[in-house]
């Protein structure tokens, strides 16, 4: 990877004050869109898994491809995408990864008359587009108004991204999986050309809502060409960290075992996000149906937004090593709860996991940052890339779940939060004492 010095982003305009703080307001609200935008794509998996798997009577190996398609396209597209940036610009970058985006979603349409194969690169290419948008939006939440306020800018974002991620598998239960659904077995009884038929049918309940999100991101777009942002320039700053001394990234024991950190949060967030209809539908948990199921794990994100709340107000208490240990040990103990209990505290359990995971991924991030010096902009590059573990963490519940039954498979994600628990403790003091 590139080493690259922190940056200092800077907005440059040559309208008045009063025009400025028009536009600024104007500009926010479509980059907040977009963050809304991203958050109900990205969740919107949850729901189609439990659909493609049982249209395609696939095994949760197979079905857990999809997380796989989705969250490899962050690995491979970031540092792409990130030149892509620097040659065309952030404004050019950000529309750029709306059309890409469009046209993913508009590939669920072919998709959804053809083979599994299909859905899989229609993941791919949306998540490229969403890969590409992230990196050329986030830097306009900093730019776009006072300095001062960007922080409170930052949550605002990230909230209604939260909220997008709580609204999908309402809008995804609704529009895709109302319509009753045939099991694995009186699947395979039908006789070849019904099983065709029944496929073609349940694969066009995707058709249409994906259709609607590639128009809402083509009208995105446009309404990004034509705005009239800031330009954004960035200027290097002097190594005030303590990297003087290390002779690379790599050197930074809590910037390495962060980004381990990012990679088992996301890899565990993802894979029970992408199990919990299932888990909700067994007869000795819910019994629920896919479509009721849905609704629920709105509760798993939902708890993710709230809690980034409350997890502001704590953390102005307490350090973020101990919160972060906390919210692990926490989340442990409702996935150990889960396996080994039934009925609705199996359930509520689960669910409950989304408010533990809601100030994980920032705290992180910022602790993994932490006095890098010259190193953060480098840092940051290989904690990104981190977030693959949304691909391949998912993928192993999977095989689990066929070998040893889905309630053992999530040992997974409590294996990640093990982990993260072990980072919280190890750097309670981290912003008192100097990281290594």
């Not at 890969?131 to 986030?138: S, Y």
């Not at 995804?172 to 065709?196: F, K, M």
């Not at 509760?299 to 997890?311: L, N, T």
Request: some cysteine; overall charge positive.
């Amino acid at each position: 990877m590139e080493n690259s010095l922190p940056v200092t982003a800077t907005a440059t305009t040559t309208t008045s004050p009063g025009q400025q703080a028009r536009s600024q307001t104007s500009s926010l609200v479509i980059v907040t869109i977009l963050f809304f935008m991203w958050g109900l794509l990205t969740s919107l998996n949850d729901v189609l898994i439990p659909h493609l798997k049982s249209i395609y009577t696939l095994s949760y190996l197979q079905a857990t491809l999809v997380q796989f398609c989705f969250f490899g396209a962050y690995f491979i597209v970031s540092l792409p995408a990130g030149m892509l940036i620097k040659k065309i610009g952030y404004q050019s970058g950000a529309v750029t990864g709306l059309v890409i985006a469009a046209g993913g979603c508009a590939l669920f349409y072919p998709a959804s008359m053809g083979s599994y194969a299909l859905f899989l690169l229609a993941f791919f290419v949306l998540a490229s587009g969403i890969t590409i948008l992230q990196v050329a939006a986030n830097p306009y939440v900093t730019v776009l108004g006072d300095a001062r306020t960007a922080s409170s800018r930052l949550t605002l974002t990230q909230a209604f991204n939260s909220l997008g991620t709580t609204v999908a598998p309402i809008f995804g239960g609704i529009l895709i999986l109302s319509g009753a659904a045939l099991t694995a077995v009186e699947i395979n009884a039908l006789p070849a050309a019904e099983q065709t038929a029944y496929r073609s049918s349940a694969g066009a309940a995707v058709q249409m809502p994906y259709l609607m999100l590639a128009a809402a991101l083509l009208l995105l777009a446009i309404l990004f060409a034509f705005a009239r942002l800031p330009k954004i320039s960035h200027t290097e700053e002097a190594d005030t960290g303590v990297s003087s001394g290390k002779a690379s990234v790599l050197s930074h024991t809590h910037l390495v075992l962060g980004a381990i950190g990012i990679f088992l949060y996301v890899g565990g967030e993802v894979s029970i996000g992408s199990f919990l209809i299932s888990f909700l539908g067994e007869s000795h948990i819910g019994g629920l149906t896919p479509a009721v199921a849905a609704h629920y794990v709105s509760f798993y994100w939902g708890g993710a937004m709230v809690g980034r709340f409350i997890g502001f107000a704590v953390m102005r208490k307490f350090s973020p090593g101990k919160t972060l240990a906390f919210n692990s040990a926490a989340a442990i103990a409702l996935i150990l709860t889960a396996i080994y209990s039934h009925g609705s505290l199996a359930m509520w359990a689960i669910l409950a996991v989304g408010l533990c995971n809601s100030i994980m991924f920032p705290t992180i991030f910022s602790m993994a940052l932490n006095k890098l010096g010259k190193f953060t902009g480098q840092g940051s590059g290989i904690l990104c890339m981190a977030i693959v573990g949304g691909a391949l963490v998912p993928f192993l519940q999977g095989y689990l779940a066929d070998t040893l039954g889905l309630n053992l498979s999530f040992y997974v994600p409590a294996a990640c939060y093990t982990f993260i628990l072990y980072f919280g403790i190890r750097y309670a003091g981290m912003y008192s004492n100097k990281a290594e």
